[in-house]
């Protein structure tokens, strides 16, 4: 089976994307990862009866079945949601097609197509044209919708001549050009853009009393209002539990933007000693004379105590740590994994980092053509989806859930294994300790 997927919280330009690739490969499905954006899902129910059938659900996909999977606009593991788990498995190659820089979070890709321009439709739309595939109308004025969303129709920096020239292309091919403003965002003007940047580039992820905080800082040139529309950006692209921001607004004021779910930091107690306002969940303050980043640092302190201590992984961790090393031959994997009643076996190298997971279909793979004496190195999955031991149990849950994992390897700071980590233990811990965040 060929799958066809791109990033969570699907916007028009993964959609064209999605839907323009599957003409260069007609025998794959589609699949976004996860829900779609808010204007996509109005798009949708408007405009997308003809897309609607072809596009599935992840729980329709049957991931050992997957062969190649392609992934367009994305090519990071976070972004991809539940297929982050085929990613690096030897029996699934990767064609990836990306406008997006890369990362150390990247997947390995057997072929990689990435073009430094505003839409990946764009190029996808090159290469259709190049192979003269045919372009219905609604397809095209999908697509001039994928490249308006992504360059704030054709206004940001990003943009290249390719995907004006795209457009004009569109529009010969009887793309509805006129309506489509309307539909994308456009609200973001330079400024805008430039702040979030810095506010992503800024951010660390830590964790306090188990809840995954996300603190960020950013200073503007011009004071701009309604910074919350930023934090909540931030909020939801990084999935915690607490989100703060301080802001040195134009030079004229500090700005302190914070959001919570529910029951982890009471955000108007948090902030009333800098006279902010707000309810539980979110609320901001507005400061003068002080120095942006040292405010970040006093409100990092203070959250130790603000909030409400979660149950940590590394809380209910007790089983021994079993791990192969990849130098290990693939029948002295199989005796490990027998032994211990294992489906799956974290491959730990010397030094302790784990370096991928091997499991008994992976084995099995290897023993049907002979190869036991074969190194586990070349049968294992590589790269490692893993959890943090100062994550929370219900961080821990929602992890197992996504990729659908029986047990995860637990790294501690410097990413050395610590546990694997069941989910009937985690089961347990959670039904024992009520706290659940959710
Ligand atoms: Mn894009």
């Not at 699907?10 to 779609?36: E, H, R």
């Not at 001549?161 to 456009?186: F, H, P, W």
């Not at 603000?306 to 590394?314: C, E, G, N, Q, S």
């Not at 010397?350 to 499991?359: K, R």
Request: charged letters at 25%; hydrophobic letters at 40%.
């Amino acid at each position: 089976m060929h799958l066809i997927t791109s990033h969570l919280n699907t916007d028009f330009d993964s959609l064209a994307s999605m839907i323009a690739i599957q003409k260069l490969y007609p025998d794959a499905v589609i699949c976004p990862p996860g829900s779609m954006s808010r204007k996509v899902r109005e798009f949708m129910s408007r405009r997308g009866y003809q897309w609607a059938s072809k596009i599935l659900k992840p729980k329709k996909i049957p991931l050992d079945e997957i062969t190649l999977m392609i992934v367009v606009d994305a090519r990071s593991r976070s972004r991809i949601g539940p297929f982050a788990a085929l990613a690096g498995r030897q029996d699934v190659a990767v064609h990836v097609y990306d406008h997006h820089p890369a990362t150390p979070d990247d997947i390995p890709a057997e072929e990689l197509v990435y073009e430094p321009i505003g839409a990946s439709i764009t190029m996808i739309l090159e290469h259709l044209l190049n192979e003269r595939k045919e372009i219905t109308p609604e397809e095209a004025t999908l697509f001039a919708l994928g490249i308006y969303d992504d360059t704030g129709a054709l206004t940001y920096e990003t943009t290249t001549e390719r995907d004006i020239a795209a457009i004009s292309y569109l529009r010969d091919l009887g793309a509805d050009l006129s309506g489509i403003l309307l539909q994308v965002e456009t609200d973001m003007s330079a400024d805008d853009r430039k702040l979030l940047d810095n506010l992503a580039e800024n951010a660390r992820e830590i964790y306090i009393n188990g809840a995954k905080v996300y603190l960020t800082w950013a200073e503007t040139e011009q004071y701009i209002l309604g910074l919350s529309v930023f934090v909540n950006k931030l909020k939801e692209y990084c999935d915690s539990h607490v989100t703060i921001a301080v802001v040195n607004n134009g030079g004229k004021k500090i700005n302190v933007i914070a959001r919570s779910v529910e029951g982890v930091l009471n955000v108007k107690e948090f902030l009333a000693p800098y006279g902010g306002s707000g309810h539980y969940q979110a609320g901001s303050a507005t400061l003068t004379d002080r120095d942006a980043k040292e405010l970040l640092d006093e409100i990092e302190k203070r959250l130790a105590k603000a909030i409400t201590p979660l149950m940590k992984v590394a809380d209910i961790m007790t089983s021994p740590v079993i791990a192969v090393s990849p130098d290990s031959r693939v029948d002295e994997g199989y005796r490990t994994m027998l032994r211990f009643g294992l489906k799956s076996l974290p491959v730990a190298n010397s030094e302790g980092e784990v370096v991928g997971m091997m499991t008994r279909r992976d084995l099995d793979k290897a023993h049907l053509h002979g190869l036991d004496r074969a190194k586990i190195s070349d049968f294992m999955t590589q790269g490692v989806i893993s959890l943090a031991a100062e994550a929370s149990i219900d961080e821990a849950h929602r992890m197992m859930a996504t990729y659908g994992f029986e047990k995860m390897p637990v790294l501690d700071d410097n990413g050395k294994l610590v546990v694997t980590l069941s989910r009937a233990v985690l089961l347990k811990a959670i039904y024992h300790s009520g706290q659940f965040a959710g």
